[in-house]
């Protein structure tokens, strides 16, 4: 599991968790929380206009400054206490940020200080295609700094040193409104949570001179969307803020907005990237004791790559002793750690299933939510040597997961439910959940609007689609098709450009929008006992099944044509490929250390071979080789006209055809 992070500079009560925070913020956040329930009920929206609207938000303006005519959209970093009315104070020493955001020419700003005008010592000028940001060194913690352009606008800062705060200070104000929206999107449960947690973060849209809360409220709204899995444009927002954060020096949510990013590659399957991400944000100075939440989350990243590859990072030692320091600080996080540190121990090809017992014992599941059910569940699955208690844990966690509605969620438990049911010696019952995870990752790459974020999500279930291949090896036919489709989804997905059909924009709207629905309906039934929640369970998969229809709609609206994913073989290996041809493709086994490849001739039934050992940029164009050496030895290269070539992975830009020319010039038959 992870949790949301309250990472502005100014509000220093990130690192206790969900109940010391809650202690903390007391009764300044119930009150803000009573006022801000009277402004959502003025700001409901349609859910079609909430799904539209965390969609602008997030391929918007990061900021989306606005000012009175006549005052440059400066945001402001760095105060002790701030003022709408532009008044600040400072101490001797502090530095004070101010950010324009968009296009502007620097040679244009002139600034001055109590009418001087500063010397380039006294402000750095750090701007490019983003936006402007000036770091302000006051000469004394007294005075006043203007900054104007060249077309009349200005910003004036009143500079002053802490003293009681007069009327108007905004630093209460926006402290209760950040907790009560951070607690508003990591809690939320229903729709009327979603609506009133965006309406929180518009109101924090209302503080537009702290630069601290701008950026904080756009983290929290591309968080938000993430946890609905909206993905439109979430890369793009997440890399923005980043930037600017970074620039700020604002380190907390620097690294937060880092392992956002790194949460969302993941998800993707570009796991080099993520792992990347959550190192740099674990290596982030000056996070003091933020850190250990932070670590958190990290861990998280690498968990959740471990669910794919094995041999991927183990968290396990730096999640403990962030465990270990959150328990010291008595952190309602430390309950996350330890069910991390199961989930750790359970993972790789050796688990230690002892330790993820003790870890185990010591998680409250009574406290978790549905996905660290989820994730709870499975790893009991995974500790347990009955398997009539395995088989329970993965039908207890089967219920969480269609509860949650999200798919990452479901595709982990229904590759789990195929690996014991392949274990179990139940190749039927294990085919069915592989084909009902195909589906949805089908159903999942159309998704995502950008061309690399489809590329590396089509690759990231290869691990678990070797399984399924494994169990088709009396079958060639239907293993062939199963490439073939995995293949073909890839090179679809890449094919079309989702943002170009308002036709499907508008379908795929309104599957959201009944998928919202049955969000808000079936998490009401998280509580419900087991054969209560099993009913309920059911009908969540009929009313699933026919949102799987609307966005099989939704995606013909894309093309005139059929599917380019519907496989060219039939069983009996008629209407398939033409007369004198053939047709390659191939497939990792990764964890047998194999290469499955499929043969096919016009009439006959796919041949499968399987190429032993790992196969590498080196080694890739030799096992070609043998491969075309052993359709010629076999004598199914006789009569062949042409070659048609499915590559995948490793494969991908290795010549068949010129090795065919090198090898045979004068044909092979």
Avoid at 241 to 251: C, E, F, H, L, P
Avoid at 356 to 376: G, K, S, Y
Avoid at 467 to 488: E, F, I, K, N
Wanted: charged share 25%.
């Amino acid at each position: 599991m992870h949790r949301l992070a309250l990472a502005a500079r100014d509000v220093a009560i990130s690192s206790l968790g969900r109940q010391g925070f809650r202690r903390a913020a007391g009764a300044s956040i119930r009150a803000f929380r009573a006022r801000s329930e009277r402004t959502s009920r003025t700001m409901k929206l349609s859910r079609a206009q909430f799904i539209r609207g965390i969609r602008v938000l997030a391929l918007g303006p990061v900021l989306g400054l606005t000012s009175p005519r006549g005052r440059l959209p400066v945001a402001v970093g760095g105060a002790r206490e701030l003022w709408s009315d532009g008044r600040c104070t400072v101490r001797d020493g502090d530095r004070i940020h101010l950010w324009l955001e968009g296009s502007w020419d620097p040679k244009a700003l002139e600034h001055d200080w109590d009418g001087t005008p500063l010397p380039s010592s006294s402000v750095t000028v750090d701007a490019d295609g983003r936006g402007i940001m000036l770091l302000l060194r006051p000469p004394q913690p007294s005075g006043r700094f203007t900054l104007a352009y060249h077309d009349g606008r200005r910003f004036v800062l009143d500079l002053m040193t802490p003293g009681d705060p007069p009327k108007g200070d905004i630093l209460p104000g926006r402290r209760a409104l950040v907790a009560a929206t951070w607690e508003a999107v990591e809690t939320f449960e229903s729709q009327d949570d979603i609506v009133r947690a965006e309406a929180l973060i518009e109101q924090m849209r209302g503080f537009p001179l702290s630069l601290d809360i701008a950026l904080q409220s756009e983290l929290f709204s591309l968080q938000l969307a993430r946890w609905l899995g909206r993905f439109d444009g979430l890369q793009v927002g997440l890399e923005r803020v980043i930037d600017i954060s970074r620039r700020y020096g604002n380190a907390p949510l620097y690294a937060t907005a880092l392992c956002e990013r790194a949460l969302h590659l993941g998800h993707i399957g570009h796991f080099e990237r993520a792992a990347a991400d959550a190192d740099l944000a674990a290596a982030v100075p000056g996070l003091g004791l933020y850190s250990d939440q932070l670590q958190v989350n990290v861990s998280w990243v690498h968990i959740h790559r471990r669910e794919y590859d094995p041999d991927a990072h183990d968290p396990s030692a730096e999640l403990a002793r962030a465990h270990a320091s959150l328990e010291r600080s008595e952190s309602s996080l430390a309950e996350g750690a330890r069910l991390n540190l199961a989930v750790a121990a359970s993972q790789g090809r050796s688990p230690d299933l002892a330790a993820a017992r003790r870890w185990m014992d010591q998680v409250d599941l009574a406290a978790l939510n549905l996905r660290d059910r989820v994730f709870a569940h499975l790893v009991l699955a995974r500790i347990s040597h009955d398997a009539r208690v395995v088989r329970s844990e993965l039908e207890r966690a089967a219920s969480y997961a269609a509860l949650t509605f999200d798919d990452d969620e479901i595709l982990r438990v229904l590759y789990a439910r195929a690996r014991f049911e392949q274990e179990s010696g139940a190749p039927g019952a294990a085919l069915r959940h592989y084909e009902e995870a195909e589906a949805i990752v089908a159903r999942q790459a159309l998704l995502l609007t950008l061309e690399h974020e489809r590329s590396f999500f089509a690759g990231r279930d290869r691990r678990s689609r070797s399984h399924y291949l494994s169990l088709l090896d009396r079958d060639p036919t239907r293993a062939m098709c199963m490439v073939l489709g995995a293949r073909a989804r890839h090179l679809h997905s890449l094919s079309v450009a989702v943002d170009s059909s308002p036709e499907y924009v508008e379908a795929l709207t309104r599957h959201r929008e009944k998928q919202g629905e049955l969000e808000a309906m079936q998490r009401s039934s998280r509580e419900l006992p087991q054969v209560e929640l099993e009913i309920s369970t059911r009908r969540a998969n009929l009313e699933r099944e026919r949102l799987a229809n609307d966005l099989r709609a939704a995606r013909a609206r894309l093309s005139s044509e059929s599917p380019p994913w519907m496989c060219p073989i039939d069983a009996r290996g008629e209407r398939d490929v033409p007369q004198g041809t053939a047709l390659l493709t191939m497939h990792p086994l990764p964890e047998a250390g194999r290469w499955w490849f499929a043969w096919k001739r016009y009439g006959e039934q796919p041949l499968p071979l399987v190429i032993e050992g790992a196969i590498d940029a080196a080694s890739r164009w030799q096992a070609a080789k043998q491969v075309l050496c052993t359709m010629r030895d076999d004598d199914h290269l006789a009569g062949l006209e042409q070659l048609w070539v499915v590559p995948t992975g490793e494969f991908l830009d290795v010549g068949f055809h010129t090795l065919l020319a090198r090898m045979w010039p004068q044909g092979p038959w």
